[in-house]
């Protein structure tokens, strides 16, 4: 989709549909009030006589645009105007694309950003970032497709005065957070017999070879084994599908400057192993690799943006399947840290694959360490499908997430990762075990992956609840990508 924009008045934009906002104080504000005056006051007329709804998101598209250069109106509806934000914003936006997608409507001009105390560009931002979320469908392996949106330019009206290149900037980063989010969604998507642990490896080549400073290393099994990886190997052992582990390295600072590193977590089928799941909604466990695909999508979004700062991401792929081959509960493993761990559950596999991960990324002596995991279910009755579940061992680090989160609409909530949630991890065996008592399991699982961190500040994403969305509306949501790169994009780096 494109996305264009054009200042001076309102009424006077040539445009096959004009999206206008519409506030519940019946009362007519910006960009909506000068359509109003031109057209002689029949935006009111409907508004009076109760024909467009202000409740947020309900939307009334209008043909009798006299006076103005609008073939239509798309009146939406913002709810109170005291209380129009950025999430309210792309809400409305959502609803508008989504009326106007299914008709004949080529290109659109929105005005809801026209008046808002959000500023020029994080309006752009948001409006671009909604607007490509509500066309993207996913529909590659069908034969038969629907038409694809006719809806392929959206304008963003502005004030006279304002600055173009303030709202290009915003577009210039909601586009490369939906192209990652895109990108994201897309891995999620695609079944386990198409997304393997290679997939995984050719897409990180493919944004290696796409874009400048972008470096990429794909480890195979042989060099896991080398690199003593006996935790990842251990997930890994009863498929036939080999693993791989992932390096796409973005150079956009001086070497001097330490990397941010994220790693992924890409178990692109996860059966549980020999402690298999139960049958309903064992499909949905292709959906374990979104830590993998949110990585890999903000690895593109910085590939558009070109920052200039170090990242590096490490991506433990593998699936995990029951077999001959396969880890038993019970059996102890030695991680590349040289720690041995009792595997209790094999279902518990997330936090063994990262382990080694989070060991291997510490020799690039990184800035900070973030993880992103499907890892716990107990997250998602925690935290629900509303927030990413936030560990961290540094003030510093959990606020400036917690900031991004905000600020990108992309929510987290801070958990504990004390240590008193390792006490049942205690093992007889080994050092300790892979999994723990079911109460507090998402701190559980946190407190096992923080003993790999050996003096870095480090936080944990656990985006159970947040990957994908069930039901009549099955697929992934591509977050956190917007949380990652706003939070890239943010950093202080003097």
Not at 133 to 144: G, H, T
Not at 154 to 183: D, M, Q, Y
Not at 357 to 378: E, M, N, S, W
Request: hydrophobic letters at 40%.
């Amino acid at each position: 989709m494109e996305f264009p924009v054009k200042a001076g008045p309102p009424a006077r934009h040539r445009t096959e549909c004009a999206i206008l906002p519409v506030f519940d104080d019946r009362q007519l504000h910006g960009a909506t009030k000068e359509f109003d005056r031109a057209a002689r006051g029949a935006i009111a007329k409907l508004i009076r006589a109760g024909d467009s709804p202000a409740r947020l998101g309900a939307c009334t598209l209008v043909h009798r645009t006299q006076g103005t250069a609008a073939a239509r109106w798309l009146l939406v509806g913002c709810g109170k105007r005291a209380e129009f934000s950025a999430k309210r914003l792309t809400s409305a936006l959502r609803a508008a694309v989504n009326a106007l997608r299914g008709g004949g409507t080529k290109e659109a001009t929105s005005f809801l950003g026209y008046d808002t105390p959000l500023g020029a560009a994080d309006a752009a931002r948001y409006s671009v970032e909604a607007a490509s979320a509500s066309v993207y469908r996913f529909d590659e392996l069908k034969s038969k497709t629907d038409p694809p949106s006719r809806l392929a330019k959206l304008t963003l009206g502005v004030k006279s005065g304002t600055s173009i290149g303030e709202v290009r900037a915003g577009i210039k980063i909601g586009s490369a957070v939906a192209a990652g989010s895109n990108l994201a969604r897309d891995l999620g998507n695609r079944p386990a017999n198409v997304c393997t642990p290679s997939h995984l490896a050719e897409t990180a080549r493919n944004i290696a070879k796409r874009y400048e400073r972008m470096e990429v290393k794909v480890l195979d099994e042989a060099d896991i084994r080398k690199l003593g990886m006996g935790a990842l190997l251990s997930v890994t052992q009863g498929a036939d599908e080999p693993p791989k582990l992932i390096v796409l390295h973005y150079k956009g600072a001086a070497a001097k400057e330490a990397p941010i590193a994220l790693c992924g977590k890409g178990v692109t089928f996860d059966t549980a192993g020999i402690s298999i799941k139960p049958a309903p909604k064992m499909d949905e466990m292709k959906f374990d690799m979104c830590g993998a695909g949110s990585v890999l999508g903000a690895m593109l979004s910085v590939g558009e943006l070109q920052p200039k700062l170090n990242v590096v991401a490490v991506i433990p792929a593998c699936e995990n399947m029951p077999g001959s081959r396969a880890t038993r509960p019970g059996d102890i493993v030695k991680s590349m840290s040289g720690q041995t761990v009792e595997v209790i559950n094999t279902d518990a596999e997330g936090r063994l694959i990262l382990c080694d991960a989070i060991t291997y990324v510490q020799r690039f002596k990184p800035r900070c360490i973030i993880d992103v995991a499907t890892l716990t279910g107990a997250c998602v009755i925690a935290l629900g499908h509303v927030y990413t579940g936030l560990f961290c061992n540094d003030e510093s680090l959990a606020k400036a997430l917690l900031e991004a989160a905000d600020r990108s609409l992309d929510l987290a909530w801070r958990l504990p990762v004390h240590e008193d949630y390792g006490e049942s991890l205690r093992s007889n065996f080994a050092d300790f075990a892979n999994s723990g008592t079911r109460d507090g399991g998402a701190s559980v699982g946190a407190n096992f992956l923080s003993r790999f961190v050996d003096g870095f500040a480090w936080a944990h994403l656990d985006i159970a609840g947040v990957a994908w969305r069930a039901n009549a509306n099955k697929g992934a949501t591509g977050r956190p990508v917007p949380l990652l790169v706003d939070y890239l994009l943010n950093l202080d780096l003097q």
